[in-house]
């Protein structure tokens, strides 16, 4: 056995190759998820959408309270008239699978059932209201987001980590600060009507959000926007309509419309509208559920624009509030989920990444070949 050579005055030196393939510390490892500009622009389209609600709540609220208007479901009309006119007829004028007729020969029955959740997952949490109180809504709100996962679980394949349910559980903390500020703050005025129907009708709604949310994460993601927000917008026009006519044909009657009222009914439109475009943007190069962890703090906006508009009282807890599902959402973003092969499928049983967060995961990997490659 020959005796190692010592390292000439060219050689590389051991101590530096060893410094140079160290792995880079925690702390810039940190750092490097966190402050990523991916990251920063998934936060800064989930606000925007948070914004899109706040607008939505706002005028349905000078609705209600100043013109004594209740009339949720015909709003929720117009807004699925607006993307009938837009992307229905956009896919009318598409050629092979992506003419609207071609669609509607395949997929007609899951079209109608996704358009029957959109409408009554709406319907029924505004319906949840009249009968239960705001703290009720707001906390069993957040029952869509285990049920999101669950079935992103079974239904997308994903894969979640450690983190992202300490995520989950910071944003929903977040979300009880929220409350507790509400009740100190004296809005939590209504006992109530019948407060099971309305805890009931808001674990329904909430659920058929999640199931509108994991089939739109899927149609955008596997197929196309547009064919999406058409097909929503053709049966979502469809099945409200009819729904309107049987349960809000007298409170349409007896409104005094005036030019105000039609001007609030037209910026709730635009807000629901510019909501329906831009979320599925975001879902596709996010998902579902951090789409519904960044949208938690659409309440606090509202409530932030309450203090000027409707005298609510501030609380530093809303800050807090909104600090800590933010903290949350930056957590569940930090770290893409992993997408499982199905069963069955030819691919080998290895879990791969997914495409949530996708753009998260490719700055990842080059950090990490940059780091190889030092």
Request: net charge neutral; charged share 15%; with cysteine.
């Amino acid at each position: 056995m020959e005796a190692a050579s010592p390292a000439g005055p060219g050689d590389p030196q051991p101590r530096a190759q060893g410094a140079a393939g160290a792995p880079p510390s925690l702390l810039r490892r940190i750092k490097g998820k966190l402050f990523t500009w991916n990251l920063l622009k998934t936060i800064a389209l989930g606000q925007l959408l948070s914004l899109c609600i706040c607008g939505t709540a706002i005028t349905s609220q000078y609705l209600a309270e100043r013109y004594k208007v209740n009339a949720p479901m015909l709003q929720s009309f117009i807004n699925y008239c607006i993307l009938f006119l837009i992307y229905t007829v956009m896919l009318a004028f598409q050629s092979g699978s992506d003419n609207v007729l071609y669609i509607l020969k395949r997929k007609w029955w899951k079209y109608i059932l996704l358009g029957l959740a959109d409408v009554e997952a709406n319907y029924l949490i505004v319906r949840a209201y009249q009968y239960t109180t705001l703290t009720s809504v707001q906390l069993l709100d957040c029952f869509g987001i285990p049920v999101l996962m669950a079935l992103s679980w079974f239904i997308l394949y994903a894969r979640y980590r450690v983190i992202h349910f300490v995520a989950v559980a910071v944003c929903l903390l977040g979300v009880g600060t929220m409350v507790g500020a509400d009740i100190l703050a004296g809005r939590e005025d209504n006992s109530g009507s019948n407060v099971l129907i309305g805890d009931i009708l808001v674990l329904l709604g909430a659920s058929l959000y999640a199931v509108s949310n994991v089939c739109e994460e899927y149609i955008v993601k596997k197929l196309s926007r547009r064919e999406f927000l058409g097909m929503v917008g053709l049966f979502g026009t469809i099945i409200s309509g009819i729904q309107l006519l049987i349960v809000e044909y007298k409170d349409i009657a007896s409104i005094h419309w005036d030019w105000k009222i039609a001007l609030l009914f037209v910026a709730f439109a635009l807000c629901m509208f510019c909501l329906y475009s831009f979320m599925p943007l975001v879902i596709k190069v996010t998902s579902a559920t951090s789409v519904n962890l960044g949208i938690l703090t659409a309440d606090l906006y509202s409530l932030f624009f309450g203090l000027f508009l409707f005298g609510y009282k501030f609380s530093v807890l809303y800050i807090l509030s909104f600090t800590v599902i933010m903290v949350g959402f930056i957590l569940y973003c930090s770290t893409p989920t992993t997408t499982a092969e199905p069963a069955g499928s030819s691919v080998p049983p290895v879990t791969s990444i997914g495409i949530d967060n996708l753009g998260l995961k490719l700055e990842e990997n080059l950090q990490e070949t940059h780091t190889v490659v030092l």
